[in-house]
C-alpha cells in the first residue's frame, strides 16, 4: 500500500508502519554459550516471531551436523561459531551435505571481520552477525529473510485499556484516534473490542447494521473484503469496527479468536486503535502482548493506583523487549476527592504520566450526548492538546527529531558493528 510509505508533509513514515511479521516457519539455533541462547530465546518472544516455532541447542555447527545427518533440516538454522575462518567455511560445508536446499542459514560470531562477511556471504550464508547484538537485532535478520520483499508493511496497532472500570479509556481512544486523523492525516481503524457495552457507535454517533460481532463469530472464512463491508466510515481518515452493545449472547472468546481481524485490519489500514473492555482474560492478554503501543488509563485514586502497577508489571513481564506502556491520568481534579498527585502517582509505580485530563463535565458530557469528539465540540480548548501529542506519541512522531527505534547503521555495518 503506497500510503504507508511516506507522509503528506514529507516526513518518512517508518515510524507508524514498517514491521513484518515473521510466517509460519520452524527455526532451530544451535549455541556455543549460554548467553546466546538466551538473546535467542528472548527473540522468540518478540511479536513479530507470534508464529514462529524456535528451539535452541547446545553445541555449534558439529552439534548441527550429527542432528541433520538423521533428522530433517528447518526453514532456518542460526549456528553459533566461534571458529576461524577456514575451519567455519569447512565446517559449513560439511553442513551443506546434510540440509535441504531451501534450509537458510545464519552465522553468529565473535569476529569483527569484513573479509569473513563477505566470503560466508558468497558460500550462501544468508547473514552474518556478530556478538553482541540485542535480540531485536536477530528479529530484524529473520523478518528480512522470510518477509516477502512485495509484502506492504502492517499497520501499527495502539491499544488502550482503563486501569479501573470508568476510567475513560475509550472517550480517550477515540478523541486521540480523531486527532491522529486529523494531525498525521492517515486513515485510522477503531476496533472496539467491549462487545457488550461497547461506546463507539455512541461516541461517532454511528449506527451501522454491522461491526467486530458480524467478523469474530463468523462461521465463513474472514478476508480483507469482509472487513471492509462490515467497517463504518464515520470521518474523514475515521473508520469503525462497532460492538453490538447488546446482551442477547455470550461473549467467551478464545485466546487467538481476534488474532486474525487483527493482523487484516493491519494489513489495510495504516493505523489501528484497539479499545479494550476493562477485563483480564486470555484474548485480552494475548492481544496486549502482540500490539506496538499500549496507553493504560487511570484515575488518580488508591483503587487506580494499585490496578495500574499490576497491569505494568504484568505488561513488562509479557512484552520484555517492547516500548513501556503510556500512562494518562483521567478526571483529575474532581471538586471533593481526594486524589494522588501526578507525581506520585507516577512515582510510587516507578512509571511517568504522559499526561493529565481535567475532570470537565460538561465539556465531556457535550461531546457524549451530541456523539462528536471534543474538537467538534471546542476546537480551541487546550485538552485537544493533549490529544494531539498522545497521537503523536502513539504513532511514533514525538522523537522525530531525536533517535527512532531502530534507526541504526543499516546493512553491512549495522550487522558487523562498525560505526
Not at 516507578?350 to 461531546?367: K, M, R, T, V, Y
Amino acid at each position: 500500500m503506497s500510503e504507508y510509505d511516506s507522509d503528506p508533509n514529507g516526513v518518512e513514515a517508518t515510524s507508524i508502519a514498517g514491521a513484518r511479521l515473521v510466517p509460519h516457519i520452524t527455526i532451530q539455533a544451535f549455541c556455543e554459550n549460554a548467553k546466546t541462547a538466551q538473546m535467542i530465546e528472548q527473540a522468540a518472544s518478540d511479536r513479530r516471531m507470534n508464529k514462529v516455532a524456535l528451539t535452541t541447542h547446545n553445541g555449534g555447527i558439529s552439534a548441527a551436523i550429527e542432528i541433520y545427518r538423521v533428522n530433517p533440516t528447518p526453514n532456518l538454522i542460526i549456528l553459533e561459531s566461534s571458529l576461524a575462518a577456514h575451519e567455519l567455511i569447512d565446517s559449513l560445508n560439511e553442513l551443506a551435505g546434510v540440509c535441504d536446499a531451501s534450509t537458510r542459514v545464519v552465522v553468529i560470531g565473535h569476529q569483527n571481520d569484513v573479509e569473513l562477511y563477505r566470503k560466508l556471504i558468497r558460500f550462501g550464508v544468508s547473514e552474518y552477525l556478530v556478538m553482541p547484538i540485542e535480540s531485536s537485532v536477530l528479529v530484524d535478520t529473520i523478518a528480512e529473510q522470510f518477509a516477502s520483499e512485495s509484502s506492504a508493511p502492517i499497520g501499527r496497532t495502539i491499544a488502550f485499556m482503563s486501569a479501573k472500570g470508568g476510567a475513560g479509556s475509550s472517550t480517550i481512544a477515540h478523541n486521540t484516534a480523531w486527532a491522529i486523523s486529523q494531525t498525521v492525516r492517515r486513515d485510522v481503524l477503531i476496533l472496539d473490542m467491549d462487545l457488550p457495552f461497547g461506546t463507539a457507535g455512541l461516541n461517532f454517533n454511528q449506527e451501522p447494521p454491522h461491526g467486530l460481532a458480524d467478523a469474530v463469530f463468523s462461521k465463513d472464512v474472514v478476508d480483507d473484503v469482509v472487513i471492509d463491508r462490515l467497517m463504518s466510515k464515520c470521518a474523514n481518515h475515521v473508520n469503525l469496527l462497532t460492538a453490538p452493545g447488546t446482551l442477547d449472547r455470550d461473549y467467551d472468546f478464545e485466546e487467538r479468536s481476534f488474532e486474525q481481524i487483527v493482523e487484516i485490519c493491519q494489513n489495510n489500514v495504516p493505523l489501528v486503535v484497539l479499545d479494550l473492555p476493562h477485563a483480564w482474560n486470555a484474548w485480552i492478554r494475548h492481544t496486549l502482548s502482540t500490539v506496538d503501543e499500549i496507553v493504560v488509563v487511570a484515575e488518580p485514586d488508591l483503587a487506580n493506583l494499585r490496578n495500574t502497577k499490576t497491569i505494568l508489571d504484568k505488561l513488562k513481564e509479557l512484552r520484555p523487549d517492547e516500548s513501556e506502556p503510556i500512562l494518562m491520568l483521567n478526571k483529575v481534579g474532581v471538586p471533593k476527592r481526594p486524589e494522588i498527585a501526578a507525581n506520585e502517582f507516577g512515582t510510587s509505580i516507578d512509571a511517568e504520566c504522559f499526561g493529565q485530563i481535567q475532570f470537565d463535565p460538561a465539556l465531556f458530557g457535550s461531546a457524549a450526548n451530541n456523539g462528536q469528539m471534543i474538537a467538534e465540540i471546542n476546537a480551541s480548548h487546550k485538552i485537544n492538546e493533549i490529544f494531539t501529542n498522545l497521537a503523536l506519541k502513539t504513532t511514533g512522531r514525538s522523537d522525530q527529531g531525536g533517535t527512532q527505534q531502530g534507526g541504526v547503521i543499516p546493512g553491512l555495518l549495522r550487522k558487523l558493528k562498525l560505526a
